[in-house]
Protein backbone atom coordinates (compact mmCIF):
# COMPACT_ATOMS: atom_id res chain seq x y z
CA UNK A 1 0.00 0.00 0.00
CA UNK A 2 2.64 2.41 0.55
CA UNK A 3 4.47 1.86 -2.31
CA UNK A 4 1.96 0.76 -4.88
CA UNK A 5 -0.83 3.39 -3.57
CA UNK A 6 -4.07 1.67 -3.00
CA UNK A 7 -5.78 -0.44 -6.18
CA UNK A 8 -9.63 1.02 -7.77
CA UNK A 9 -12.28 -2.04 -6.61
CA UNK A 10 -14.04 -3.11 -9.49
CA UNK A 11 -17.44 -2.06 -8.35
CA UNK A 12 -16.09 1.80 -9.22
CA UNK A 13 -16.13 0.54 -12.87
CA UNK A 14 -20.23 -0.73 -11.98
CA UNK A 15 -21.94 2.22 -10.75
CA UNK A 16 -25.17 3.16 -12.16
CA UNK A 17 -24.07 7.17 -11.80
CA UNK A 18 -20.66 8.84 -11.09
CA UNK A 19 -18.38 5.83 -12.13
CA UNK A 20 -16.38 8.54 -14.00
CA UNK A 21 -15.93 11.14 -10.73
CA UNK A 22 -15.38 7.95 -8.33
CA UNK A 23 -12.54 6.56 -10.28
CA UNK A 24 -10.66 10.17 -11.72
CA UNK A 25 -10.78 11.15 -7.45
CA UNK A 26 -9.87 7.62 -6.70
CA UNK A 27 -7.00 7.49 -9.13
CA UNK A 28 -5.87 11.51 -8.08
CA UNK A 29 -5.63 10.91 -4.15
CA UNK A 30 -5.55 6.88 -3.57
CA UNK A 31 -3.89 5.22 -6.48
CA UNK A 32 -0.04 7.06 -5.98
CA UNK A 33 1.63 5.41 -3.92
CA UNK A 34 1.55 6.80 -0.55
CA UNK A 35 5.22 6.99 0.25
CA UNK A 36 5.00 9.95 -1.82
CA UNK A 37 2.60 11.64 0.45
CA UNK A 38 3.69 14.42 2.53
CA UNK A 39 1.65 13.14 5.41
CA UNK A 40 4.13 9.72 5.25
CA UNK A 41 6.85 11.52 4.99
CA UNK A 42 6.70 13.27 8.15
CA UNK A 43 5.35 10.15 10.01
CA UNK A 44 8.48 8.69 11.82
CA UNK A 45 8.52 5.94 14.71
CA UNK A 46 8.44 8.91 17.45
CA UNK A 47 6.15 10.46 16.00
CA UNK A 48 3.75 7.54 15.89
CA UNK A 49 5.33 6.18 19.58
CA UNK A 50 3.99 9.79 20.72
CA UNK A 51 0.41 9.43 19.14
CA UNK A 52 0.23 5.66 20.55
CA UNK A 53 1.03 6.93 24.27
CA UNK A 54 -1.50 10.09 23.57
CA UNK A 55 -4.58 7.94 22.22
CA UNK A 56 -3.43 5.30 25.21
CA UNK A 57 -3.23 7.36 28.02
CA UNK A 58 -7.27 8.85 26.67
CA UNK A 59 -8.08 5.39 26.82
CA UNK A 60 -6.90 4.68 30.17
CA UNK A 61 -8.03 7.77 31.19
CA UNK A 62 -11.59 6.89 30.03
CA UNK A 63 -11.82 3.02 31.50
CA UNK A 64 -10.72 4.95 35.30
CA UNK A 65 -13.46 7.25 34.66
CA UNK A 66 -15.82 4.18 33.85
CA UNK A 67 -14.45 2.42 36.95
CA UNK A 68 -15.31 5.68 39.15
CA UNK A 69 -18.83 5.90 37.57
CA UNK A 70 -19.42 1.98 37.96
CA UNK A 71 -18.10 2.50 41.59
CA UNK A 72 -20.21 5.14 42.24
CA UNK A 73 -23.68 3.58 41.06
CA UNK A 74 -22.54 0.15 43.15
CA UNK A 75 -22.61 2.84 46.48
CA UNK A 76 -25.75 4.32 45.32
CA UNK A 77 -27.48 1.39 44.93
CA UNK A 78 -26.30 -0.45 48.20
CA UNK A 79 -27.20 2.89 50.33
CA UNK A 80 -29.90 4.67 48.00
CA UNK A 81 -32.96 4.80 50.56
CA UNK A 82 -30.72 5.85 53.47
CA UNK A 83 -28.62 8.74 51.46
CA UNK A 84 -32.74 9.99 50.53
CA UNK A 85 -33.84 9.75 53.57
CA UNK A 86 -30.61 12.22 54.52
CA UNK A 87 -30.97 14.50 51.68
CA UNK A 88 -34.88 14.74 52.67
CA UNK A 89 -33.91 15.43 55.77
CA UNK A 90 -30.84 17.65 54.74
CA UNK A 91 -33.18 19.56 52.51
CA UNK A 92 -36.32 19.94 55.17
CA UNK A 93 -33.36 22.06 57.79
CA UNK A 94 -32.09 23.87 54.82
CA UNK A 95 -35.19 25.03 52.84
CA UNK A 96 -38.15 23.92 55.09
CA UNK A 97 -41.38 21.79 54.86
CA UNK A 98 -41.89 23.40 51.05
CA UNK A 99 -37.99 22.66 50.38
CA UNK A 100 -38.96 19.04 51.22
CA UNK A 101 -42.02 18.98 49.43
CA UNK A 102 -40.06 20.22 46.50
CA UNK A 103 -38.10 17.37 47.03
CA UNK A 104 -40.02 15.26 47.21
CA UNK A 105 -42.20 15.81 44.15
CA UNK A 106 -38.49 16.35 41.99
CA UNK A 107 -38.01 12.52 43.19
CA UNK A 108 -41.44 11.41 42.47
CA UNK A 109 -41.36 12.68 38.60
CA UNK A 110 -37.69 10.85 38.22
CA UNK A 111 -39.15 7.92 39.37
CA UNK A 112 -42.42 8.03 37.15
CA UNK A 113 -40.27 9.49 34.49
CA UNK A 114 -37.96 5.49 34.96
CA UNK A 115 -40.90 3.75 35.20
CA UNK A 116 -42.78 5.48 32.36
CA UNK A 117 -39.79 4.51 30.11
CA UNK A 118 -39.20 1.15 30.97
CA UNK A 119 -43.10 0.04 30.99
CA UNK A 120 -42.88 1.92 27.21
CA UNK A 121 -40.04 -0.23 26.24
CA UNK A 122 -41.86 -3.00 27.33
CA UNK A 123 -45.09 -2.42 26.02
CA UNK A 124 -43.04 -1.83 23.04
CA UNK A 125 -41.30 -5.46 22.91
CA UNK A 126 -44.83 -6.91 23.31
CA UNK A 127 -45.75 -5.30 20.36
CA UNK A 128 -43.14 -6.33 17.98
CA UNK A 129 -43.30 -9.97 19.41
CA UNK A 130 -47.57 -9.85 18.73
CA UNK A 131 -47.81 -10.60 22.28
CA UNK A 132 -49.88 -7.47 23.66
CA UNK A 133 -53.34 -7.14 23.52
CA UNK A 134 -53.24 -3.41 21.86
CA UNK A 135 -52.12 -5.15 18.47
Known amino acids: ?72 LFFMFQAGSKLGEQLLTGSQHAFGSEGAAIVRRMTDSVRSTVTGLWSWSGWARACRTRRCSAC
Not at 45 to 70: C, D, E, N, Q
Request: glycine letters at 8%.
Open 1 to 72: MLENGIPMPALVDHLPMGSQQVSRWWQANLAPPLESSPAVKHLHSATVVAMTRHFGGRVVHGLVIFGFMLMT
